[in-house]
């Protein structure tokens, strides 16, 4: 079995520990993908004193040169997308027609950041006076803590350090500990690409040990975090008390509504590829379906029907629809949730089992689930579950189906199905969440938008697109003045005196 390495101070090196911990492929407990580092605060120590040095040779590089990076990046990952999806779904589970995407996501975020190289836009001002140049401009941060969730090893990543490395900043890299070979592939590509040794750093372990001690450091000033909403409010109140600059994004609970006058078949694609792709574990997953009146019985028996004849598997293997949850205590959480949703009176229409035969014993499979008569309020409508767990409330008017799902704490997706532009753009407008689709399901999200979540989802920044460019650099002014004399702002009159 293969031992990997941390990427620290240029080398690929032993965690100070001495420790590994085994990388299992959730489809199959029985393979391990590769040990890897179980490392401690002083690897993170060393990755943090070497990204400085690094720091400080990549902030002068300029701009467009790290775009050629990020591009090379970008052909690397193209050359080898189908063995990146191929690693990554040993390792985590989604069907390789995901995995694929995963990757795709990855090459559209390196192309954009190359061509942020050559924006980075600044202002340039009238000032108030005369012969006086007035100017913003964008500058570096320093040493970014990328802290990342297991359900996209690749696409999550780029999304933060493609943009961070674009700006000029030196990354200390922690995958979560379940996709350790997908983060350790990101790296090696970096620096095939030419990026220099110590502007990047990868550091495995736990998120109690290494993630705390980068959110910990004082010589980080910006972390950006994606994974639960409960980790996220740790890494926020360090990163509060320290008043470091900090990008969350968390969970989600999201809803698919589907109106009377909706096109079925096209919301039934929509909520069946929203609910059970990635096996439910997505952040913009649709855990709740919210239907109207007139449509509710007919189109719950389509459903119902399609998510029974799901082909459970190995993601590798052609024919397979839902792929594995990512580990035992995902599975345990979902059990947890399927006994509280029967206890809370719901009506448990397929599903909520484990996945039996053809060796599904070997992986964590759980069969896709649908709970219908969900009262809005019920924890299975409020609390995420991140797996295959559909909760379907039915309301009497689009009015209704707004006030549920706007009724929960989280502010990621949602989606609407219905023939009508004028509720299609009410909905936009009233829609409590980061991201709405109309006529389209909770999941898809494009590279070159900003992506992110309202309320408890998020802290009011965006990944992706042209916004996470202002999360990785600070705003400078210049001001030149070549008037030869003092002037002085708002005191001095340039209007002229009247006579
Ligand atoms: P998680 O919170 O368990 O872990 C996320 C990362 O944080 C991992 O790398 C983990 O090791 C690290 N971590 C754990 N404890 C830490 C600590 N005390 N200090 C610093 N880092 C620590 O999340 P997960 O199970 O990997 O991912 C699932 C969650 O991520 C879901 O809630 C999902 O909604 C969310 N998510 C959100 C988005 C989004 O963009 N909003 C995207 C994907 C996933």
């Given at each position: 079995m293969k031992t990997f390495r941390n990427f620290i101070a240029g080398a690929w090196t032993e965690p100070s520990t001495g420790e590994y911990f085994d990388n299992v492929n959730p489809a199959d407990t029985t393979d391990v993908v590769g040990r890897f580092p179980l490392s401690g605060t002083e690897d993170v120590d060393r990755a943090?004193?070497?990204?400085?040095?690094?720091?400080?040779?990549?902030?002068?590089?300029?701009?467009?040169?790290?775009?050629?990076?990020?591009?090379?990046?970008?052909?690397?990952?193209?050359?080898?997308?189908?063995?990146?999806?191929?690693?990554?779904?040993?390792?985590?589970?989604?069907?390789?027609?995901?995995?694929?995407?995963?990757?795709?996501?990855?090459?559209?975020?390196?192309?954009?950041?190359?061509?942020?190289?050559?924006?980075?836009?600044?202002?340039?001002?009238?000032?108030?006076?005369?012969?006086?140049?007035?100017?913003?401009?964008?500058?570096?941060?320093?040493?970014?803590?990328?802290?990342?969730?297991?359900?996209?090893?690749?696409?999550?990543?780029?999304?933060?350090?493609?943009?961070?490395?674009?700006?000029?900043?030196?990354?200390?890299?922690?995958p979560a500990e379940d996709v350790p070979h997908t983060g350790t592939v990101l790296v090696e590509i970096l620096l095939e690409a030419g990026l220099p040794p110590e502007v990047i750093q990868l550091v495995h372990g736990v998120g109690e040990t290494v993630g705390k001690a980068i959110v910990e450091h004082p010589d980080v000033?910006?972390?950006?975090?994606?994974?639960?909403?409960?980790?996220?409010?740790?890494?926020?109140?360090?990163?509060?008390?320290?008043?470091?600059?900090?990008?969350?994004?968390?969970?989600?609970?999201?809803?698919?509504?589907?109106?009377?006058?909706?096109?079925?078949?096209?919301?039934?694609?929509?909520?069946?590829?929203?609910?059970?792709?990635?096996?439910?574990?997505?952040?913009?997953?649709?855990?709740?379906?919210?239907?109207?009146?007139?449509?509710?019985?007919?189109?719950?028996?389509?459903?119902?029907?399609?998510?029974?004849?799901?082909?459970?598997?190995d993601g590798r293997k052609a024919g397979t629809d839902v792929g594995p949850l990512i580990s035992e205590a995902a599975r345990r959480k979902v059990e947890h949730y399927i006994d509280v949703g029967q206890a809370e009176g719901g009506d448990l229409l397929c599903g909520g089992r484990r996945g039996q035969g053809r060796g599904l014993e070997r992986g964590h499979f759980f069969e896709p689930t649908i709970f219908a008569r969900v009262s809005a309020g019920a924890r299975i409508e409020q609390e995420e579950i991140f797996g295959p767990v559909l909760s379907v409330v039915r309301v009497s008017t689009p009015e209704e189906a707004f006030a549920v799902n706007n009724g929960v704490k989280y502010g990621l997706s949602s989606s609407l199905y219905t023939r009508d532009v004028n509720l299609a753009f009410r909905a936009l407008q009233e829609l409590d969440n980061g991201i709405t689709y109309v006529n389209a399901p909770t999941i898809g999200a494009e590279a070159h938008l900003p992506f992110g979540g309202v309320k408890q989802t998020g802290n009011g920044h965006r990944e992706g697109g042209w916004e996470v460019y202002e999360f990785y650099s600070e705003t400078k002014v210049g001001y030149v003045d070549y008037s030869g004399t003092l002037q002085r702002a708002q005191i001095d009159n340039y209007l002229g005196t009247p006579d």
């Amino acid at each position: 079995m293969k031992t990997f390495r941390n990427f620290i101070a240029g080398a690929w090196t032993e965690p100070s520990t001495g420790e590994y911990f085994d990388n299992v492929n959730p489809a199959d407990t029985t393979d391990v993908v590769g040990r890897f580092p179980l490392s401690g605060t002083e690897d993170v120590d060393r990755a943090v004193a070497s990204a400085r040095r690094g720091f400080e040779r990549w902030r002068r590089t300029p701009a467009p040169a790290r775009g050629d990076v990020l591009r090379r990046v970008g052909d690397l990952m193209t050359q080898r997308k189908e063995e990146i999806a191929e690693l990554m779904t040993r390792e985590m589970g989604k069907p390789l027609t995901e995995t694929r995407g995963d990757v795709q996501e990855g090459i559209d975020t390196a192309y954009y950041a190359a061509t942020e190289g050559r924006r980075l836009f600044g202002h340039t001002v009238p000032s108030e006076m005369p012969s006086k140049w007035a100017m913003s401009f964008r500058r570096p941060i320093g040493v970014c803590g990328i802290i990342t969730p297991f359900n996209f090893p690749l696409a999550i990543p780029t999304w933060k350090m493609f943009p961070a490395l674009l700006c000029g900043n030196a990354c200390v890299f922690k995958p979560a500990e379940d996709v350790p070979h997908t983060g350790t592939v990101l790296v090696e590509i970096l620096l095939e690409a030419g990026l220099p040794p110590e502007v990047i750093q990868l550091v495995h372990g736990v998120g109690e040990t290494v993630g705390k001690a980068i959110v910990e450091h004082p010589d980080v000033p910006a972390i950006s975090f994606t994974g639960s909403t409960e980790t996220g409010r740790f890494v926020g109140e360090t990163c509060g008390r320290m008043h470091k600059r900090l990008s969350l994004e968390m969970g989600g609970k999201n809803a698919q509504i589907v109106l009377d006058d909706a096109d079925l078949d096209l919301a039934l694609e929509g909520v069946i590829w929203g609910a059970f792709g990635t096996t439910g574990q997505r952040c913009t997953a649709t855990s709740r379906l919210i239907l109207q009146r007139g449509i509710h019985d007919n189109f719950l028996g389509l459903l119902v029907d399609r998510a029974r004849a799901m082909k459970l598997g190995d993601g590798r293997k052609a024919g397979t629809d839902v792929g594995p949850l990512i580990s035992e205590a995902a599975r345990r959480k979902v059990e947890h949730y399927i006994d509280v949703g029967q206890a809370e009176g719901g009506d448990l229409l397929c599903g909520g089992r484990r996945g039996q035969g053809r060796g599904l014993e070997r992986g964590h499979f759980f069969e896709p689930t649908i709970f219908a008569r969900v009262s809005a309020g019920a924890r299975i409508e409020q609390e995420e579950i991140f797996g295959p767990v559909l909760s379907v409330v039915r309301v009497s008017t689009p009015e209704e189906a707004f006030a549920v799902n706007n009724g929960v704490k989280y502010g990621l997706s949602s989606s609407l199905y219905t023939r009508d532009v004028n509720l299609a753009f009410r909905a936009l407008q009233e829609l409590d969440n980061g991201i709405t689709y109309v006529n389209a399901p909770t999941i898809g999200a494009e590279a070159h938008l900003p992506f992110g979540g309202v309320k408890q989802t998020g802290n009011g920044h965006r990944e992706g697109g042209w916004e996470v460019y202002e999360f990785y650099s600070e705003t400078k002014v210049g001001y030149v003045d070549y008037s030869g004399t003092l002037q002085r702002a708002q005191i001095d009159n340039y209007l002229g005196t009247p006579d």
